[in-house]
T-cell receptor, first 111, second 116 residues
Framework: QKEVEQNSGPLSVPEGAIASLNCTYS??????FFWYRQYSGKSPELIMF????GDKEDGRFTAQLNKASQYVSLLIRDSQPSDSATYLC???????????FGTGTRLQVFP | DTGVSQNPRHKITKRGQNVTFRCDPI?????LYWYRQTLGQGPEFLTY????????KSRLLSDRFSAERPKGSFSTLEIQRTEQGDSAMYLC??????????????FGSGTRLTVV
């Protein structure tokens, strides 16, 4: 079992819709969870992190964490074509300082 | 704050040659990480430093790979006797604190290695 599972996509949504990206993880010692966005040919950039169960909102982005279900998600409201990218889920385990990344979900927002 | 700088941006080398990459982190960041990324995959952890101390190295990393951060500032990653399977994007990242406390990484633009 992979440490972080993400559907590779592509996930296609129309402009203005809500995009929902999901991630499951296997390590129950996971502490913090991160979402990164990576445009084609570019390096990952941090969108947001979450460490408490529940929702965390930042602008059009909402991260949701459910530690009991080992599930983290990212919602993008009012999706724009400029949101088209690969979204990487990552976590930090309790006894280490490294981020473990998933393979990413490719999002396509069409006009 | 000029971000994380990596050099070179691209490197083409012949199989069997040695290559060295450099990473200059954000100046106030004491943590530095090296990752490798191939097409369609997420970044794969290689090693990380806190100041000049190398605290963890991936078990997947062969002994052909070595990294240093001699003065706790810039870091180098060397690959000896390169193989075609080493072809990838090598990413460097830095952070101001531990990931467990919510400090995310800032990534550099990467060095794309092609082994021919």
């Amino acid at each position: 079992q992979k440490e972080v599972e993400q559907n590779s996509g592509p996930l296609s949504v129309p402009e203005g819709a809500i995009a929902s990206l999901n991630c499951t993880y296997s390590d129950r010692g996971s502490q913090s969870f991160f979402w990164y966005r990576q445009y084609s040919g570019k390096s990952p950039e941090l969108i947001m992190f979450i460490y408490s169960n529940g929702d965390k909102e930042d602008g059009r982005f909402t991260a949701q964490l459910n530690k009991a279900s080992q599930y983290v998600s990212l919602l993008i409201r009012d999706s724009q074509p400029s949101d088209s990218a690969t979204y990487l889920c990552a976590f930090v385990s309790y006894n280490t300082d490294k981020l473990i990344f998933g393979t990413g979900t490719r999002l396509q927002v069409f006009p | 704050d000029t971000g994380v700088s990596q050099n070179p941006r691209h490197k083409i080398t012949k199989r069997g040659q040695n290559v060295t990459f450099r990473c200059d982190p954000i100046s106030e960041h004491n943590r530095l990480y090296w990752y490798r990324q191939t097409l369609g995959q997420g970044p794969e952890f290689l090693t990380y430093f806190q100041n000049e101390a190398q605290l963890e190295k991936s078990r997947l990393l062969s002994d052909r790979f070595s990294a240093e951060r001699p003065k706790g500032s810039f870091s180098t990653l060397e690959i000896q006797r390169t193989e075609q399977g080493d072809s990838a994007m090598y990413l460097c990242a830095s952070s101001a604190g531990p990931g467990g406390a919510g400090y995310g990484y800032t990534f550099g633009s990467g060095t794309r290695l092609t082994v021919v």
